[in-house]
Structure formats: structure tokens, C-alpha cells
């Protein structure tokens, strides 16, 4: 059966509780964005219409072929950039700059190469201005929770991808934002060491209790760690498909051949195939 007809979020059960507009953390209604000239040859329509509703403490998978404007969506949703149209809301407030509650962990580590491992994830906490004793405390235990004890004193150079997205995870983490934003973070990796960060991801988030939007083109990566895939259309972007994913928490490697995970990851890789050789 086709994916976009087999597996629409279903409706919950009479009676069952649903989403308040107090859950909403984040609120995205009819959102446009519109990049260049002034002219239609050389304007890019990257979003168009997006509409999506985030809970508090729900794990986003954005999935989507390459230019559907996934990080676009993300840039703004973490205030980076603005929207051309539409509205985008965090717990009822327009979002229009970058905030400490929102931060983002991008593929390419973004660590300053200068500072160790336990500098770089306590540089947000001291720009706040935080004692250094607390500050230290705090990244001793974001350190310990991504599993880098021992490493603290090392520099990004001497640190593998995976551990330096480790360290970017947790001065991610450090100023105790709500919302994660995470784009394509472990596609620099190799297949091993990004299969151990999901498991990995999939821990720290639900420890952490964040709202996470985590781009990504892996379909069976954003079917592991989501509560709910959500995926966009080509250019201009929008939401075309949103699939709950009723495994449980903490997700373990076993689920990975549960026959939900299976057949969801095939019906998804089917309806995507045609969009990724166009874009290949
Ligand atoms: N600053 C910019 N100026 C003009 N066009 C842009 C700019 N940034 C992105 N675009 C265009 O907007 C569209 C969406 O880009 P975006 O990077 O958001 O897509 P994406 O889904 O994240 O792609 P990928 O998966 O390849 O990273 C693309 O056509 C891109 O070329």
C-alpha cells in the first residue's frame, strides 16, 4: 500500500486525550519562505504553506528530499532567519531572533578548535555569566551524559567525529534549552558511529525531556528516533506526509527489525525513491 494513503497519524480513540493547545510548544501555521530578487527568474520559493504542530517534549524527524528546505525550516524555527509569510509561534510568542531556548546542533560540529572539550560546552554557560564552579559542575555532568568523561581536557583536533559531535551535543545541551534543532547532525559520520549516536540521541533526549526537530535524509534514522516523522514535499517545501511511530521508549537496536520499523522505512524509502533520483 502506498505510504502517503497507509499511514496518516491516526485519530485517537474517542475519549482519549488529545493535544492541547497548551502541549503546543511550537506552533507553525502557512509559513512561506522566499529567497532573492525581484524578479520570478530569480526568486527561490523554498517553503510554501508548511503547517506543523510541535508538543512539548515530542521528537520531530524532518525527512525530505535534498532542497525541500528542511534547514530552512529549521533556521527559522531557530531564529536565524525570518519567514517571507505565515506565522511561527513558541508557547503562543512570536519567534523573530535566536534564543538560548532554542539551540542547534548542525552537522559540521561548529566547535571552536581553540577551546578544549569541557570549554567548548561550558562557552554558552559563561557567556551568560554563570560562576565558574556551576558552570564547570554543569558541563562535567552534560560531559558524563554523552559519554566523554576523560576527554575533557582534549582539543577538537584530537577527538573523533563522533566524539566531537558528542561534545556539540552537549554544549547544545548546556543552557538547558527546550527545543533541540539538529540539522543532518551525523551525516559527516560513518555508517557505525552514527547508528551508536542514534541510540545515543534517542537516550539523551527522552533523559533530557527536549523538544527535538532532527533534519535528516535517513529514512530508517528518522523512523529510530522519532515520535513522529514528519515528511516534506520537493521545492517548495511543505508537509506532505506525517507518520506516528508508536514504538516505545528508550529505543533499542532491536527495534530496528520490529515489522512496523521494517515495512514503515520500505513504504517510506518507495514513496520518496522517484524524488531522490530527481534530485541525484
Ligand atoms: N540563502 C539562500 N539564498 C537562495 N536560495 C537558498 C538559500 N538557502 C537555501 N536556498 C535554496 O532554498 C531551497 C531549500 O534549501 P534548504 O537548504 O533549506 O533545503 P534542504 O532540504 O535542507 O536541502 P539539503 O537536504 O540538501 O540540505 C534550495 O533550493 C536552496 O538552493
Redesign the pocket.
Known sequence: MAANTARKTPAPPPGAPQAQPADIQIDIRNLGKV??GTSSDNM?V?LDGVDLRIRRGEFISLL?P???????LLGIVAGFQSASSGTLLQNGRPIVRPDPSRTVVFQDYALFGWMTVQQNVEFGLKAKGMAKKQRAEIARSLIDMVRLTGFEEKYPHQISGGMKQRAAIARALAPDPDILLMDEPFGALDAQTRVLLQEEIARISSEAGKTVIF?T?GIDEAVFLADRVVVMSP?P?RVREEVAVPLPRPRTAEMRSDPWFVSTVNDLWETLKPEWQKGE
Open positions: 529567497y532573492g527561490v523554498a525530505g535534498s532542497g525541500c528546505g528542511k534547514s530552512t533534519v535524509h521545492r517545501g
